[in-house]
T-cell receptor, first 113, second 111 residues
């Protein structure tokens, strides 16, 4: 099974441009999450969705937006990229909520120049 | 985040020896404590988790212990093998709506 699929795997983006990171899951999980991973800071939650049609802000939501039109897809958008958004982005899902195992994709490495 | 701390940041062990990583957390209401393993270029993968109603859980060479009074939990890897070399993250629920991750431990198993 594919689990979580993220695209693209890596991207170089000019500052000020917009970008959407894609995330699709085939496990019919209700909850989905976006994290960024930076050296020395671990994983930090950007946005989450407990079920299709709902979203919430995580620890570091500024500069990012998400949507959850259906169960499978949870895209993350950077409306106007800045260099501080250079990071590795991970999408994850869990069957219901935060007290259940999360399944992660292999990440998108994003560099903002 | 800073609500979950991991010690040590780097751990080197001889193949066959045991490795122990300890995490402390701050939210006394936390009731779920997973451990993730991350290999280079991959996403984190759950290896074991424990809930607050038990003190210990074991799965083959991996075990996790939880001390709710002291607010710390530990990952134990016995008979370490080279494939155990990775970054390990602990996590705990914070504020009832977020899973807070520690900053990770680099474990190096020396053949």
């Amino acid at each position: 099974t594919a689990g979580i699929t993220q695209a693209p795997t890596s991207q170089i983006l000019a500052a000020g441009r917009s970008m959407t990171l894609r995330c699709t899951q085939d496990m019919r999980h209700n909850a989905m999450y976006w994290y960024r991973q930076d050296l020395g800071l671990g994983l930090r939650l950007i946005h989450y969705s407990n079920t299709a049609g709902t979203t919430g802000k995580g620890e570091v939501p500024d500069g990012y937006s998400v949507s959850r039109a259906n169960t499978d897809d949870f895209p993350l958008t950077l409306a106007s990229a800045v260099p501080s958004q250079t990071s590795v982005y991970f999408c994850a899902s869990s069957e219901q909520g935060i007290n259940q195992p999360q399944h992660f994709g292999d990440g998108t490495r994003l560099s903002i120049l | 985040g800073e609500n979950v701390e991991q010690h040590p940041s780097t751990l080197s062990v001889q193949e066959g020896d045991s490795a122990v990583i300890k995490c402390t957390y701050s939210d006394s209401a936390s009731n779920y404590f997973p451990w993730y393993k991350q290999e280079l270029g991959k996403g984190p993968q759950l290896i074991i988790d424990i809930r607050s109603n038990v003190g210990e859980k074991k799965d083959q060479r991996i075990a996790v212990t939880l001390n709710k009074t002291a607010k710390h939990f530990s990952l134990h890897i016995t008979e370490t093998q080279p494939e155990d070399s990775a970054v390990y993250f602990c996590a705990a629920i914070y504020g009832n709506n977020r899973l807070a991750f520690g900053k990770g431990n680099q474990v190096v198993v020396i053949p």
